[in-house]
């Protein structure tokens, strides 16, 4: 294959992306994106490489999922710069797909030969493997101990922008992920795995991921293994809908970070609009603003300004969360086109209500609603029993919002005198709701889990916990709340106003014991 020369005046890394888009040509945008195959810009690389620093003689440098070496290339002209003590560097190399490997060797000679005339020597070892499968032994449990204290496998630094897809069940058996998280992981959480494993003891790791691995269940086992491996020292968060990946039709939330073996004195986190990485700002946080502990579980949060970083401070100084309330958050048993011929349009006496998303509006519920193809009822039987919840007072969430939604809880209230000639009613299954199993929940503890949702700062924690759109039990159940008392009383107050003016904002917020100053900050 005949790769073209490197242009007089181009630097290395505007060569690295002409070569990428040299290559990209061959290839499908369908073939890229199955073996996740999405190359770095050059002013990501070289904000990535800036992260990480080392003053060693001899560093020992991995790139997992390498492509064509943009992030090492970065990274070798920043130690270059800032490290004078620098005279040689080890560095691996794993690419799985072989098409990329003359790009990625030519590229590498290249930077050898620069190396050499500054009396640095490169030894880079191109590994054409499967890193997973190669470095397996690195995550697996009961081999750790060994490999922990083993200098020669240890990397000093490791960078990486991994591959982005979902694992199929060959991958899952092949690579036992299982023990570290369960279902069908993304093979990236795999790559922050495997490379967290060998780093060295003052060893640092820089990587380019979604943020999904931040919040929600499916990840949580993940969470807890990694943060008892390294620890995040910097964590850039792209504001608004990123457009890193645009150009390959890729649009997700990402987050770089910068992970220590040894655990940092702070945090740094920083935000920027855009794939330039213009107008950067910064905060510093401690570690547990970022790590939560909560009914078992960890969560990585990531407060975005120093606002939303007093707002988890605020919250959390409250005495209960909604697991120790006592109350449960389930999902609406019924999928409904799968139990179509359950579903009814009439209120007979052997159907009971049925509740859709369309139903929930300002804080209400409202029922029955013509609407064109949507049933009213579902017809009570010994198949759909099960589906079926006692009536009650509850408040319904919607499970799904969108992005540009302004409250992320979008909710109503029903009470045991809406349904009580019914005794039960049922729910879509896009719903969630909120009960008492022990059916204390006054009305007024109703109305106040509602209106706390309701609150614009109690909104903002959960965005900051839970990067998705989806409300999920998992980070409801996590969610700082004041007690059952506090709760009556803020119910009492505003009943189901869905609209609050900002005096009954406040109002609230005092009721919940937030520091005045604060209250004036967050309105
Ligand atoms: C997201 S791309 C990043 C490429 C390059 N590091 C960059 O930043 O532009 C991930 C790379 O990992 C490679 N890859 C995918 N699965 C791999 C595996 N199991 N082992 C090694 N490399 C893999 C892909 O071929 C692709 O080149």
């Known amino acids: 294959m005949q790769i073209p020369p490197i242009a007089e005046n181009e630097s290395q890394l505007q060569y690295i992306e002409r070569l990428t888009n040299h290559y990209a040509?061959?290839?499908?945008?369908?073939?890229?994106?199955?073996?996740?195959?999405?190359?770095?810009?050059?002013p990501i690389a070289n904000f990535m490489a800036s992260l990480a620093d080392s003053k060693k003689e001899h560093i020992k440098i991995l790139e997992p999922g390498s492509g064509i070496g943009i992030l090492s290339i970065a990274l070798i002209e920043k130690l270059r710069k800032t490290n004078t003590n620098l005279?040689?560097?080890e560095l691996a190399l794993y690419e799985n797909d072989a098409s990329l490997l003359p790009y990625l060797s030519k590229v590498m000679e290249m930077t050898k030969d620069r190396l050499r005339k500054d009396n640095v020597e490169l030894n880079y070892d191109i590994k054409n493997e499967d890193f997973i499968s190669s470095n397996l032994k690195y995550i697996t449990p009961h081999l750790m101990p060994f490999f922990e204290g083993n200098p020669l496998a240890h990397y000093d630094i490791i960078i990486s922008n991994p591959p982005y897809y979902k694992l199929n069940k060959k991958d899952i058996e092949r690579y036992k992920s299982g023990e570290i998280i369960p279902g069908q992981p993304n093979i990236y959480s795999l790559f922050m795995a495997v490379s967290a494993g060998m780093l060295n003891e003052n060893g640092q790791m820089v990587f380019i991921t979604p943020r999904s691995f931040c919040s929600g269940l499916y990840y949580s086992t993940f969470r807890t293994w990694l943060s008892r491996r390294i620890h995040f020292s910097r964590i850039h968060v792209f504001e608004s809908r990123n457009n890193i990946f645009s150009e390959d039709g890729i649009l997700q939330e990402n987050i770089i970070a910068h992970y220590t073996k040894k655990?940092?004195?702070?945090i740094c986190i920083s935000t920027s609009e855009g794939k330039e990485l213009t107008n950067i700002t910064k905060i510093h946080v401690n570690e547990n603003d970022v790590i939560y502990r909560s009914n078992g579980h960890i969560f990585f949060r990531l407060p975005a300004n120093k606002t939303e970083l007093e707002i988890i401070r605020e919250l959390d100084k409250l005495p209960k969360n909604f697991y120790k309330l006592g109350y449960k958050i389930s999902t609406g048993k019924v999928v409904a086109?799968?139990?179509?011929?359950?579903?009814?349009?009439?209120?007979s006496n052997k159907n009971?209500?049925?509740?859709?998303?369309h139903n929930i509006k300002n804080m209400k519920v409202n029922w029955p609603v013509e609407k064109k193809q949507k049933a009213k009822a579902i017809e009570r039987n010994n198949e759909t029993e099960r589906f079926l919840i006692k009536s009650g007072n509850y408040v319904i969430l919607k499970r799904f919002t969108t992005k540009e939604q302004k409250k992320r809880f979008d909710m109503g209230i029903v009470f045991d005198s809406d349904f009580s000639e019914y005794h039960y009613f049922a729910l879509d299954n896009m719903l969630n709701y909120i009960y008492d199993p022990g059916n204390r929940m006054t009305k007024e503890q109703t109305f106040g889990i509602a209106q706390y949702l309701n609150l614009p700062i109690v909104d903002k924690y959960f965005r900051i916990l839970n990067g998705h759109t989806q409300v999920n039990a998992n980070e409801v159940y996590a969610l700082p709340f004041p007690d059952s008392k506090k709760l009556g009383e803020m119910g009492a107050l505003l009943k189901d106003k869905a609209e609050l003016t900002s005096n009954e904002q406040k109002g609230l917020m005092q009721l919940i014991g937030i520091t005045q100053s604060r209250v004036e900050a967050f309105k």
């Open 25 to 42: 040509k061959e290839k499908s945008r369908k073939q890229k994106k199955d073996v996740g195959q999405f190359f770095t810009p050059s």
């Open 87 to 89: 005279t040689s560097i």
């Open 263 to 266: 655990k940092p004195s702070g």
């Open 337 to 347: 086109f799968r139990n179509k011929k359950y579903l009814k349009k009439d209120i």
């Open 352 to 357: 009971v209500p049925f509740i859709w998303m």
